[in-house]
């Protein structure tokens, strides 16, 4: 017992550690790089893209990876072996239950499509995905049997793999393409720039509602799916104003 609450710990650790190396550099991305990059000649640009970006993106992904790989250990253990998710632990994990674990497993294969179809406009993916975040929590709570603490984490651990996957399958090999490009001098794809560049966003937005679900057990004024949803929303109203201000600082 004794070093499984050790292990737990270093789980935790190392999550924190390495969402922040994560995050950290998808800010620098989007806030700081993608500000600086328009202002670089070719010349510049071909000489210190394929320097840069390789090196930040190796930790970017492995942040990502590591992250994702200790969450979904503690997400096992606390909620699925320990049972910390229902409302009421003596009733054990039905089957619903054990599907909400799916849900956040396939989840990138449904915001996928979705991505690149319905929600296409980033006004509409605005509106759908605070509401689709909302009835999400409802999912938890009603299908899965969830408490609080239980469909908060879910929500987030559904966030963060969404993202983990926008990393591996979708910004790094669209940038692996971009980068090769800029270093042989040749335009890259705008196709390719505009994904990656528009996940990197999406993942930008998930995170800071993210980081609230990851931390929302010491909240318990916010223990209703709909306090939840409304935070979501101002995460990511947040996130907006952030962009905007992050387009006005200047360089000296
Ligand atoms: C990628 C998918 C992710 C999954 C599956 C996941 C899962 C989890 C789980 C299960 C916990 C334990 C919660 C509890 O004890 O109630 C947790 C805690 C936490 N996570 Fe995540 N997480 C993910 C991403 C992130 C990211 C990107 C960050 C950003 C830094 C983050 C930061 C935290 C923090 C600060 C805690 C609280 C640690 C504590 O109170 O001991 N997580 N996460």
Do not use: C
Request: no cysteine; proline share 5%; hydrophobic share 55%.
């Amino acid at each position: 017992m004794e070093v499984m609450s050790i292990v737990e710990s270093l789980f935790r650790w190392i999550h924190v550690v390495a969402g922040v190396l994560w995050i950290g550099l998808l800010y620098f991305f989007n806030w700081v790089n993608a500000n600086v990059m328009p202002k670089l000649d070719g010349e510049t640009k071909k000489k210190l893209v394929p320097e840069l970006m390789p090196r930040a993106l190796y930790w970017f992904r492995w942040g990502a990876a590591f992250t994702w790989g200790t969450g979904i250990y503690l997400l096992l253990y606390l909620f699925y072996h320990h049972k910390l998710a229902l409302q009421d632990p003596d009733a054990g994990l039905g089957l619903f239950s054990g599907l909400m674990l799916v849900l956040v497993l396939v989840a990138p294969f449904i915001y996928d499509p979705l991505a690149k179809g319905p929600l296409k406009d980033p006004q509409t993916a605005f509106g759908a995905g605070v509401a689709l975040a909302t009835l999400l929590l409802f999912v938890f709570q009603w299908v899965g049997g969830f408490g609080f603490r239980g469909y908060s984490i879910h929500l987030g651990a559904t966030f963060g793999t969404i993202m983990a996957f926008n990393v591996w399958f979708r910004i790094w090999p669209l940038q692996r393409e971009i980068i090769t490009a800029t270093k042989n001098g040749t335009a890259p794809n705008p196709d390719a720039v505009a994904l990656a560049g528009l996940r990197s966003k999406h993942n930008t937005y998930m995170s800071v509602p993210l980081v609230f679900m990851m931390i929302a057990q010491h909240a318990t004024w916010a223990s209703s799916p709909v306090t939840l949803g409304v935070i979501v929303l101002v995460g990511w109203a947040l996130v907006y104003h952030i962009y905007d201000r992050a387009a006005k600082v200047q360089g000296f």
